[in-house]
Structures are given as C-alpha cells and as structure tokens.
C-alpha cells in the first residue's frame, strides 16, 4: 500500500460520536450489547449534563465530529428534541438511532426531520419478519420498520439499514440487500456480531464464512433504476482489506473486466474502536466504542477532549503497529486494524489479534 499510515489515524478528533442518550428501550433484542431495560438508569446523564456534553464536543474543534444519538432507545429520551435543537444551534451534525416501538411513530420521524436530523437508523436482521421479531424480543418490530422506512423516505428523512449478521442471519443477507435497495436507504451497515451484553447467547459466524461474506459485500452491485446504498461493516474492518486486494488483484491482470454496474460505495478507512470513534455511555463514561467499553474517564469529571486525545488507551488504539499477533504485522494494519472490540471479547487483550481473521500477512514474525 503506497498511502501513508498516518493518513488512516485520527488523532486530534473523532469522525463520529456515539452517546448513548439512555438505556432505556422497550425491545428485548437477543445481541443488544448495552443489556438495555425498559426503565432509565436514575444515573444517566441529567438534561444539563447533556447539554455541557455537547458543549465539550464542540471543543474538539473544525471540522467537528458527528454525532449519533443512540440508546437503548432514543426516543425514551424526554428532552431527546431540545439536546437535538442544542447541538445543531452549536453547529454539529445530528443522526438518532431510534427503536422499532410504538415510540417511533409517523410523527415522531416527522418530528425528526423537522428538527434538522441528518438521518437516522433502523434494523432489520431478516427478510422474514419471523426471524427479524425473534431477534428482537417483541412481535410487529419487522413491520413497523419498513412502515418507518416508507415515513422516512417520503418526508424526505435518510435512513440508514443496520443488520446483524451472524449465524441466525447470514444467509439471509441476499434477499436482506434486496430489501434495503427497495426502500430506499442511503447506507446498509453490517454489524458483524461481538459477543458483549446479551450477545453472548448469539453465535458469530466463522473466519472463514466472514471471509466468504466480506468478498461478496466488495462485489456488490445494484440494479438497474435503483440507487445502490453505502455498505459498510461494523466490528469487520477486513472489508477495506478484501476491497484493497481486488483492487490490486484487478491492476496487475491486463486482462481483467473493470467493474460494471451500479456498485456502492464503501467508507471508513482506518476508523475503528478508539480510532476516529468516541463513545459517551449513559453515565458519561468515555469509551472507544460501545462495544470495546473500556472507561478511559467520565464527562462528569474529565475532559472529552483531553481523554480522547491523550489516554493511553486511546493512543494505543490509534498505534497498529503495536497490535498482537497478525494484526500487528499484517501489511493492511493501517486501514484495517481488525476489530479491537472482538479482540478483547476474545482474549482480555485490546490491542490482541481478531479471531475474525483469516488473512495470512506478508511479514511474517522477526
């Protein structure tokens, strides 16, 4: 690769913020890494708490990172509008991550729009409203998704499609793709699953059958008529990876087909757990990702800025060439990096090798 690494590290700010406004939902979803109940934490972060968390962010300084409201569910926030009109009156991008509940109704993505929300996201897990709702704990959330869907695309709204995908979903990933195209979304992002929080009881997929499916991602096309989505995967940044290879493989062939069709486009170079990522918990504490939930400090107390700029583990997460394993040789570590979540989910160690894996690098141990 002739791009610098530096190129694919974010130290001075994030690319995007993710505060988990409460934790607070109605769904019971079989992976959700957060554990969320149907009540508030009495701990999360209080209205003007909120408020001086957007402040700080602002501090990061030009350009300033995005930052996704998400939960639990958002929309269980009570002051979710008035943190929304604050932070879009301090000049920061706004998406929401809300639940598939009866909370989210046509008025409510009205609502949404109206405030100045850049997109938001909603799941589906399955093209089978059986698997989906099973899934998520609660019947009807298949329907009521692609009802918002329909709601969102017509007031005009973004959305994004999140899926997760592991053993209980993969094969339906196809038809998954199919559906988003048809309702329009802007981006599809698969969420290859961590097992944290209650997605302990799911079971990933295996190296190799990652491999098979992050091939097939980089392949992708659209159809003819429709706008083909943005893919990216979440905890899988082998993706880049794969996408380099075919890239490389299609420039020394002469005779090789230059791709054809409508293809999506694919984002997120180098930005991983810690990494050009920040995660706020419902109690302030300062993450690297919600699903690498190491607290490196708490808002309440320390300074975003400071934290996320600064703290060993944070440094640490932007430094590949100190990872384990192949991770930490691998000649892709600069724009892939491998999933420091699943890393620490696998051995305890951060910066360890990801299991997901199953690129062989070039350097081979000293």
Not at 42 to 48: R, V
Not at 135 to 147: D, H, K, L, S, V
Not at 268 to 277: A, K, L
């Amino acid at each position: 690769m002739t791009t610098s690494p530096a190129a694919f590290t974010f130290p001075r700010r994030p690319q995007r913020i993710y505060w988990e406004t409460t934790r607070a939902c109605d769904l019971a979803c079989r992976h959700c890494r957060a554990e969320a109940v149907p009540e508030a934490d009495p701990h999360e972060l209080t209205h003007e708490e909120g408020l001086a968390l957007i402040d700080a962010i602002v501090t990061f300084g030009s350009p300033l990172p995005h930052v996704v409201f998400t939960g639990g569910d958002a929309l269980k926030r009570t002051d979710l509008f008035e943190l929304i009109a604050y932070a879009r009156e301090r000049g920061l991008g706004v998406s929401v991550a809300p639940s598939a509940t009866p909370l989210l109704t046509a008025d409510a993505l009205r609502a949404l729009h109206a405030a100045g929300v850049d997109a938001i996201s909603l799941s589906i897990d399955s093209a089978s409203a059986e698997l989906h709702d099973s899934i998520r704990g609660i019947p009807g959330t298949f329907e009521r998704t692609i009802e918002a869907a329909r709601v969102a695309r017509e007031v005009g709204l973004p959305f994004q499609v999140n899926t997760l995908v592991c053993t209980e979903t993969v094969d339906d990933l196809s038809a998954i793709y199919q559906r988003v195209i048809d309702l329009g979304a802007a981006r599809w992002s698969l969420f290859f699953l961590v097992t944290v929080g209650r997605g302990q009881v799911l079971q990933a997929i295996s190296p190799t059958r990652a491999e098979q499916v992050l091939t097939w991602i980089a392949g992708l096309t659209g159809r003819p008529g429709k706008r083909a989505p943005i893919v990216t995967t979440i905890e899988a940044p082998q993706l880049r990876r794969v996408i380099a290879q075919r890239r490389a493989a299609r420039a020394a062939d002469p005779d090789a087909e230059p791709p054809t069709g409508n293809r999506p486009a694919h984002h997120g170079g180098g930005i991983r757990d810690g990494n050009g990522i920040l995660f706020i918990s419902h109690t302030g504490d300062i993450c690297p990702s919600g699903f690498l939930e190491i607290a490196a400090g708490n808002v309440r107390r320390d300074d975003l800025v400071e934290v996320y700029r600064d703290f060993p583990v944070f440094r640490a997460l932007r430094e590949p060439t100190g990872f384990g394993g192949r991770c930490g040789r691998c000649e892709f570590a600069a724009v892939c990096g491998g999933s420091r979540a699943r890393a620490y989910a696998a051995s305890g160690d951060l910066l360890g090798e990801d299991p997901l894996c199953v690129h062989e690098p070039a350097k081979a141990d000293s």
